[in-house]
């Protein structure tokens, strides 16, 4: 499967990551990633990446708004409209459908 890095958004200056974490936070955690917004953890994704082969993380956020995104463990801001993010929002979707379908 082939992922879009997608475009940023909560640009920063280059040198002061957004998000900046050692390991990766349990799911349910929240992140204060600026005055205005803060975006919860809903998935980990695995990931190798391209360039040296390494396995890592691709951490997937959701914010209040409901908007889905991807970063690394340090990442100036998050990444829309990619592989990951579509999987999620998609089983969301279904999550939200499935919910409306009991309540009859």
Request: net charge neutral; no cysteine.
């Amino acid at each position: 499967m082939t992922r879009t890095a997608g475009k940023k958004v909560f640009k920063n200056r280059k040198d002061i990551k957004m998000i900046n974490l050692d390991r990766v936070p349990e799911i349910g955690s929240e992140l204060q990633v600026s005055k205005k917004h803060k975006i919860k953890l809903i998935g980990v994704e695995p990931w190798i990446r391209k360039s040296d082969g390494v396995e890592t993380s691709v951490l997937v956020w959701q914010r209040k708004d409901g908007k889905i995104g991807t970063s690394g463990l340090k990442s100036n801001g998050l990444s829309y409209d990619n592989d990951v993010t579509e999987k999620y929002e998609n089983n969301i979707l279904v999550e939200m459908k499935g919910e409306d379908d009991d309540e009859d």
